[in-house]
């Protein structure tokens, strides 16, 4: 399968999952906090497919996102950017573990996403949402993001397809 239709049918599942995340799983809230499957995917495919599509599926899946919710036109995209970039370096540098790697790999992720919307919400002085990086949501969604990693990962793994050139993520 070529490279590009592997990024296509990888793209199409990230942003499903956005649309998803979005919509309906409220259901299995805990404190107002769900788990952040476009996280866990981003993280799958940016690691298997490298820095460039990461962040470019990461952008427009944050763009969803931000179409889906009362978030600022961006704001999701920015952090979803960032992650994407910096979790596709990892690309053939990464043997991928069934459990321990994953959940390393999304906790650096969700940590990395509430450092970076503190930072956004520093510099534009919403003041509650920076105080809460280390607050009850954060270890809730952490809690969530790392339980659900192993499964995740190893469901991604089967569904979508490996790219020409091959990778070790």
């Known amino acids: 399968m070529t490279q590009r239709r592997s990024a296509l049918i990888s793209g199409a599942v990230v942003l499903g999952l956005a649309v998803l995340q979005s919509v309906l799983l ?31 599926a990461g952008f427009v899946a944050g763009m969803a996102e931000d ?57 534009f002085a919403v003041e509650p949402a920076a105080a809460a990086l280390f607050g009850r949501r954060f270890f809730i969604e952490l809690g969530y993001n790392a339980i659900l990693a192993p499964p995740v990962f190893a469901v991604l793994g089967v569904v979508l397809p490996k790219t020409e050139r091959g990778s070790r993520l």
């Open 67 to 123: 179409f889906a919710s009362l978030a600022p036109l961006g704001f999701h995209a920015l952090l979803r950017l960032v992650i994407g970039f910096l979790t596709g370096l990892t690309r053939n540098k990464v043997f991928l573990d069934p459990i321990f790697v994953p959940i390393i790999l999304v906790a650096s992720a969700t940590l990395l996403k509430w450092m970076v919307a503190a930072l956004i919400a520093g510099v």
């Open 26 to 56: 409220d259901a299995i809230a805990i404190a107002a906090v769900t788990p952040d499957l476009v996280l866990l995917a981003l993280v799958f495919t940016a690691g298997r497919n490298g820095a460039m599509y990461g962040q470019t």
